[in-house]
């Protein structure tokens, strides 16, 4: 089995649980809480996804790191990956989670590009033009891109929307020189 596809699968189980205790945001927190000390402690993920290390050690690692950090629900979810011995696929699990945990709540995340930086009343603007567009509360990721001269272009899922200053130069240029060939047949 593919490895996102086992990390959806564990993903989904604690999504599962996490909606069965009423806890999906706490986990989604707990989550956050495991991939920061993940960045802090690169060793932490290195012990971690070491085979001569005995699960035991693993587990009480991350009891002492994590018991007054995390829920127990997800703490003992940690638990239960150790003894599996997919603790490598934790990065992957808490992306599929948040994935499910957005889903579930009407959240769609969108690579947004302008030409200039934002202020905070832009931002929630596009934010909220955007949800009234595409019907689900959007969470907008701004990136700056000097070449795109204006406008806005919106990325989500597989989906574009350019209306950047620089692709309705271009399609003009386009419709001109169409419009000249035209012309002179």
């Given at each position: ?17 996490g909606q ?76 599929e989670y ?88």
């Amino acid at each position: 089995m593919r490895q996102s596809t086992i990390a959806r699968s564990y993903a989904e189980a604690l999504f599962e649980l996490g909606q069965r205790h009423g806890q999906q945001e706490e986990i989604a927190a707990a989550a956050d809480t495991l991939l920061a000390l993940f960045q802090a402690e690169p060793r932490l993920r290195a012990f971690l996804a070491t085979p001569q290390v005995e699960p035991q050690a693993k587990k009480g690692v991350l009891k002492r790191a994590l018991a007054d950090r995390v829920p127990p629900l997800f703490l003992n979810f940690l638990m239960v990956v150790v003894d599996k011995r997919r603790q490598r696929l934790l990065q992957a699990i808490v992306t599929e989670y948040h994935a499910l945990l957005d889903e579930h709540l009407g959240r769609l995340h969108v690579q947004v590009t302008l030409a200039r930086e934002p202020d905070e009343q832009m931002e929630r603007e596009i934010a909220n033009r955007l949800g009234s567009i595409l019907g689900r509360t959007v969470i907008p990721h701004i990136h700056v891109n000097p070449q795109i001269i204006g406008g806005i272009i919106v990325r989500y899922g597989d989906r574009v929307m350019d209306g950047s200053l620089r692709q309705r130069l271009v399609s003009l240029r386009r419709r001109l020189v169409k419009a000249e060939l035209q012309a002179s047949s």
